[in-house]
Structures are given as C-alpha cells and as structure tokens.
C-alpha cells in the first residue's frame, strides 16, 4: 500500500504563505493523481485541490487563485503551494493519492459517487492562520 507523508505547514498570519509537501512511496504506478483535503473545525473534511500525471488539476471555488500544486512524477512528490491566507483556512491538510486510471475531480469527492473509497492517506498536517 502506499505511504504518503506530508511536510511544512505551520502558522502564518492573515494574507501569508505557506508551502506543503507530500511524498508517496509504494504500491503506486506511475500514472496516478494526489490531492489535499481539508478539515475545518466544525466541518467535513473536504477536497480542495488534486492533480493528476498529465497535469490536469481541480479546484475547489474557495482556493481557486490562492492555492496552487504541482507534481513532480519522478520522485512521487506533490506540492502545495497556498498564497493569500486567511483565518477560515486554518485546518488539518491531509495528502491524499489514488492509482491509474484517476480523475483529479474524482479523486475529491467532485462527481455524484463521492469520494473513492481505496484512496491513499497521509496523517495530516496542521496549518493555523492568524487575524
């Protein structure tokens, strides 16, 4: 099975940066997508951002322009960069991987069956945001 582990994170205050990092190792071929989900305090823990092998991203609205990622194939590695913070987006990130044949939107839960139930999971990662 696939291990996933993220890093960075951390605090920053209102309109900041931060930059997280998941590395998957195992039970992954070489075409397949990684995301992040998100958990609010008080909220479902939800999909926010994924990207596949090709490239192909998908966004929830509410990081749409603030949050980017990127995908390095070789070393199993995605990277989340997230601009622009605000205190709503204080939370527990959790990297998340699915294998080939996979749909970014799929993969966060974006289309009517949810999301997939043999998706791969990190630990998570706090990220605090600040007034």
């Known amino acids: 099975a696939a291990a996933l582990v993220e890093s960075g994170g951390g605090s920053v205050q209102a309109g900041g940066s931060l930059s997280l990092t998941c590395a998957a190792s195992g039970g992954l071929y070489a075409s397949y997508c990684m995301g992040w989900f998100r958990q609010i305090a008080g909220k479902d823990r939800e999909g926010i951002i994924a990207i596949d092998s090709t490239g192909t991203r998908s966004y929830a609205d509410d990081v749409k322009g603030r949050f980017t990622i990127s995908k390095i194939n070789a070393n199993n590695t995605v990277y989340l960069r997230m601009t622009n913070l605000k205190p709503e987006d204080t939370g527990t990130y959790t990297c998340?991987?699915?294998?080939?044949?996979?749909?970014?939107?799929?993969?966060?839960?974006?289309?009517?069956?949810?999301?997939?139930?043999?998706?791969?999971w990190g630990q998570g990662i706090q990220v605090t945001v600040s007034s």
């Open positions: 998340v991987a699915d294998d080939y044949p996979c749909i970014p939107e799929e993969v966060l839960g974006f289309r009517s069956g949810g999301v997939p139930s043999d998706l791969a």
